[in-house]
């Protein structure tokens, strides 16, 4: 079946956005609305407000998606849109709205799992990725290490059994005063700081299983922050080197691991965390030595986007995966296919 182009959607979370992504999974256009400002004086995502953000720009942001890709409506071959995890009220805007567009074009729906869209997005922009491949998915609401063999067919090694990489990143941010989300500031922040200057705990490292845990690493560093009511510019940049090493150090070990007893020769980084500088640099030189093909996708399609979601539709529309129209958006977490 060839593949087509297909009108993207995602609004699982606080970013409004709509993508054209072609056939050959090469992006037309992927406008992308945050909600950074909304939310910025809560400290966090307010799901009530995240729902009505996209209420009032979705139908804007899916017109500039069209008009940026000089496409007409009617040569879209398919709506794909994030129907699960998420927030529900985000997730039911998209879905809600997908489901209205594909029944009025007489179009298929796809409904994509938006954890399949940070590891899918990877295809945007490398063609050459073959099966099977390792990819660890890192997010503000997901940390797992997953093999996939094929598009269709994955195993889930180890997850998080709390809090998600992204999540002890942002909470950090928060107690350090950072804009939310935490994350990418703190990623700056860790430049030139010593990531040796504060030993954190290293979770799970000595378990013989591919779980991971961040909460402990957390109060860690809230307790550590605590006992400090001001520290100079250079006890910051250390803080932060040293809390991201901890959480990047556990991260690389057991995926290494985990490449190593399954024999896997290809790695793929994806979610929000893998746009992390000391992320991709730690994993890209181990890469280089070890005869292992390393894949990230760029900061853009690295956080939420829509054309990473319509990479994934692409793979299920070959596989002829389509979605009914009483399609429901679910929050629970983990990567069940719709
Ligand atoms: O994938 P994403 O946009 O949304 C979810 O599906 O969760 O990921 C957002 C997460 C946030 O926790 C944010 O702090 C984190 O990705 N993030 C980073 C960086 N850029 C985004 N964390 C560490 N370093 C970064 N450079
Ligand atoms: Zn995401």
């Given at each position: 079946m060839k593949k087509p182009l297909i009108l993207a959607i995602e609004t699982s979370c606080d970013d409004t956005s709509a993508a054209l992504v072609d056939g050959n999974c090469d992006v037309l256009s992927n406008v992308i609305s945050s909600q950074e400002e909304v939310h910025l004086k809560y400290g966090g995502i307010v799901p009530e407000l995240a729902s009505r953000e996209h209420i009032r720009t979705l139908i804007p942001i899916v017109e500039m998606a069209l008009e940026k890709a000089d496409v007409n409506i009617k040569d879209v071959k398919a709506v794909a849109v994030s129907a699960n995890p998420g927030l529900i009220g985000s997730l039911l805007v998209g879905v809600s709205f997908a489901k209205g567009l594909a029944f009025s074009l007489k179009k298929p729906l796809i409904a994509v799992n938006h954890i399949f869209g940070h590891v899918f997005a990877n295809f945007l922009e490398h063609k050459d990725i073959k099966f099977p491949f390792l990819s660890l998915i890192v997010s503000g609401g997901h940390t797992e290490l997953v093999i996939f063999s094929s598009a269709i067919k994955y195993t889930i090694l180890g997850k998080t059994v709390d809090d998600a990489a992204g999540e002890a990143f942002d909470k950090i941010g928060k107690l350090l005063g950072?804009?939310?989300?935490g994350g990418p500031h703190i990623d700056a922040l860790a430049i030139g700081g010593n990531k040796s200057a504060i030993e954190f705990p290293l979770p799970m490292l000595k378990h013989d299983n591919f779980d991971f845990s961040f909460s402990g690493l957390k109060t860690a560093g809230m307790l550590y922050l605590k006992g400090r009511d001001e520290m100079n510019e250079t006890q910051i940049h250390d803080f932060s080197s040293s809390f991201q090493y901890a959480i990047v150090e556990v991260l690389f070990r057991k995926t290494i691991r985990a490449l190593e007893e399954h024999s896997i020769k290809t790695l793929l980084l994806a979610g929000g965390?893998?746009?992390n500088s000391e992320l991709r640099s730690t994993f890209t030189q181990y890469c280089a030595g070890h005869n292992i093909n390393i894949y990230y996708p760029t900061a853009e399609y690295c956080t939420d986007n829509a054309a990473m979601i319509g990479a994934a539709a692409q793979f299920k529309y070959i596989n002829k995966k389509f979605a009914s129209l009483d399609l429901n958006a679910s929050a629970v977490k983990g990567m069940k296919l719709l």
């Amino acid at each position: 079946m060839k593949k087509p182009l297909i009108l993207a959607i995602e609004t699982s979370c606080d970013d409004t956005s709509a993508a054209l992504v072609d056939g050959n999974c090469d992006v037309l256009s992927n406008v992308i609305s945050s909600q950074e400002e909304v939310h910025l004086k809560y400290g966090g995502i307010v799901p009530e407000l995240a729902s009505r953000e996209h209420i009032r720009t979705l139908i804007p942001i899916v017109e500039m998606a069209l008009e940026k890709a000089d496409v007409n409506i009617k040569d879209v071959k398919a709506v794909a849109v994030s129907a699960n995890p998420g927030l529900i009220g985000s997730l039911l805007v998209g879905v809600s709205f997908a489901k209205g567009l594909a029944f009025s074009l007489k179009k298929p729906l796809i409904a994509v799992n938006h954890i399949f869209g940070h590891v899918f997005a990877n295809f945007l922009e490398h063609k050459d990725i073959k099966f099977p491949f390792l990819s660890l998915i890192v997010s503000g609401g997901h940390t797992e290490l997953v093999i996939f063999s094929s598009a269709i067919k994955y195993t889930i090694l180890g997850k998080t059994v709390d809090d998600a990489a992204g999540e002890a990143f942002d909470k950090i941010g928060k107690l350090l005063g950072l804009p939310y989300p935490g994350g990418p500031h703190i990623d700056a922040l860790a430049i030139g700081g010593n990531k040796s200057a504060i030993e954190f705990p290293l979770p799970m490292l000595k378990h013989d299983n591919f779980d991971f845990s961040f909460s402990g690493l957390k109060t860690a560093g809230m307790l550590y922050l605590k006992g400090r009511d001001e520290m100079n510019e250079t006890q910051i940049h250390d803080f932060s080197s040293s809390f991201q090493y901890a959480i990047v150090e556990v991260l690389f070990r057991k995926t290494i691991r985990a490449l190593e007893e399954h024999s896997i020769k290809t790695l793929l980084l994806a979610g929000g965390v893998a746009a992390n500088s000391e992320l991709r640099s730690t994993f890209t030189q181990y890469c280089a030595g070890h005869n292992i093909n390393i894949y990230y996708p760029t900061a853009e399609y690295c956080t939420d986007n829509a054309a990473m979601i319509g990479a994934a539709a692409q793979f299920k529309y070959i596989n002829k995966k389509f979605a009914s129209l009483d399609l429901n958006a679910s929050a629970v977490k983990g990567m069940k296919l719709l």
